[in-house]
């Protein structure tokens, strides 16, 4: 039993280093495909006025109706305002990119952004009320080709993440919101006289949000379901046409796919492509990410007509889906060296050998407290140093210290101005962690 007294918030999870190292690993292949294919980054606030979110993703959706986190009214001057954390980016996106003229450069604009969201949903197995995405948007033109190229760097991700083989395409298109209209009313029309067998929650849906019926899990909504109108049936030439050429540039690019004429996601900024990435097992239940086009959203948000489209990938899913797999996040967190030392008169005199170890790029750590040189060097294997330093009062008197090979178990004494020149010939000057700053660039690291 744990100790802890006071826990994570239900649905949310802290990232310890283990899982960190997934993290870091997704990051860079996002970041690496995403520069090859001219995305640059971008971060939103993690929240934004209510409404953005109510009119992007719609007010009748389940994430907007039910699973929006409120941070509370606040008083402004156009009086008051409500905010909630952001649910996903791409409605945020879209706001950045009519606030900020995005319209003036050349067009498309392709942004990305990796970071937390937040849906107040029940929390569930691979069901977060904070998770993370990683989101990659394409603004400002329409053409298959574009649907295309998306799905085909999405696709290079999760081959990087090694969980490509797991996985299988969704994909659809779910017409314009004309289509869409007519056959909101035929469905409706349809359902005339039948409304008494409908459960409650979906009598209501069919006032609010008739589509949701399709992806009712109510038995008596599904048998009425069965004879009802079907989407493909009112899906015009035009959007058969773009799909035939999506499928076409899929074909180009070698990206395999299945059709899903059920898929039609939840949020109403979707027409014409819509896609999802299915595991093998659990198919649609937790899919590791989906996107599609969104031509009508920024118009929506009150901008000019401006198409897009994109696509979020959910991290925790995909670190799931790493771990089934069996592959490691490679990481950078080992420790080279520990140093041990006895006595105060050592202790000073390892402090300077601790830091220029740690500016020529070795891992160190020590001068850790006052225990025996015992108890540190089990303290050393513990961290799985590969070398410890051994600096005791009897070195610090002769202006020697003691080099241990923790692996092999063997130690010499040398110089003490020896020990830093030693270290680096075994860890070898292709094994040191140091990073250069180009022209301003941090080429390493970034968060
Ligand atoms: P979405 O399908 O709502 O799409 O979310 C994308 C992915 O985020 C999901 O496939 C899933 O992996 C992950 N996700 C969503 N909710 C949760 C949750 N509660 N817990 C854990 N993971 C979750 C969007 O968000 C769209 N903005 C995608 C997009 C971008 N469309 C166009 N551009």
Request: hydrophobic content about 35%; glycine content about 8%.
């Amino acid at each position: 039993m744990s100790e802890a007294k006071f826990r994570t918030p239900k649905g949310t999870s802290d990232i310890l280093p283990e899982d960190h190292q997934y993290h870091t690993y997704i990051k860079k292949a996002v970041r690496h495909r995403c520069r090859q294919a001219g995305f640059k980054r971008i971060d939103t606030p993690l929240f934004e006025k209510k409404e953005i979110f109510e009119r992007g993703i719609g007010e009748h959706t389940d994430i907007v109706e039910k699973e929006l986190f409120m941070v509370g009214s606040h008083h402004s001057e156009e009086g008051m305002e409500a905010f909630a954390l952001r649910p996903e980016f791409t409605a945020s996106i879209c706001r950045s990119y009519i606030e900020h003229g995005m319209k003036q450069l050349p067009q498309p604009v392709e942004l990305y952004s990796i970071g937390p969201a937040f849906r107040h949903d029940r929390p569930q197995k691979g069901r977060y009320r904070q998770f993370h995405q990683f989101d990659l948007e394409v603004i400002g033109l329409s053409d298959p080709s574009l649907d295309a190229q998306l799905i085909h760097v999405c696709n290079k991700i999760f081959k990087d993440l090694r969980i490509f083989d797991r996985l299988t395409m969704q994909l659809n298109n779910i017409g314009t919101a004309e289509n869409r209209e007519e056959y909101i009313a035929a469905l409706k029309d349809y359902f005339i006289g039948k409304e008494r067998n409908l459960p409650d929650l979906d009598r209501t849906r069919l006032e609010t949000n008739p589509l949701r019926l399709l992806d009712s899990k109510e038995e008596d909504t599904q048998i009425l379901l069965k004879n009802a109108p079907t989407l493909d049936q009112f899906i015009g030439d035009e959007s058969k046409e773009y799909h035939e050429t999506v499928k076409e540039y899929l074909g180009e690019l070698g990206a395999e796919y299945v059709e899903n004429s059920h898929l039609v996601r939840g949020l109403d900024y979707y027409n014409q492509t819509v896609f999802e990435y299915w595991d093998n097992d659990t198919g649609g239940k937790n899919a590791v990410g989906g996107g599609g086009r969104y031509d009508p959203l920024i118009e929506m948000l009150g901008g000019q007509a401006t198409p897009g489209v994109g696509f979020a990938g959910g991290m925790e899913r995909i670190i799931y889906q790493m771990k089934q797999a069996g592959v490691q996040a490679p990481h950078k967190d080992q420790i080279d060296v520990f140093v041990a030392q006895l006595g105060p008169e050592a202790k000073k005199k390892c402090l300077s050998t601790i830091s220029e170890l740690r500016d020529l790029g070795v891992h160190t750590l020590g001068a850790l407290g006052e225990a025996s040189l015992k108890s540190q060097m089990r303290l050393a294997d513990k961290f799985g140093a590969k070398y410890t330093l051994l600096l005791g009062q009897m070195e610090v008197k002769a202006g020697t210290i003691i080099l241990r090979d923790m692996a092999a178990g063997k130690q010499k004494e040398s110089k003490f101005e020896k020990a830093v020149p030693e270290i680096i010939k075994l860890i070898g000057k292709e094994n040191l962690d140091t990073y250069v700053l180009r022209d301003g660039f941090n080429e390493q690291d970034e968060d």
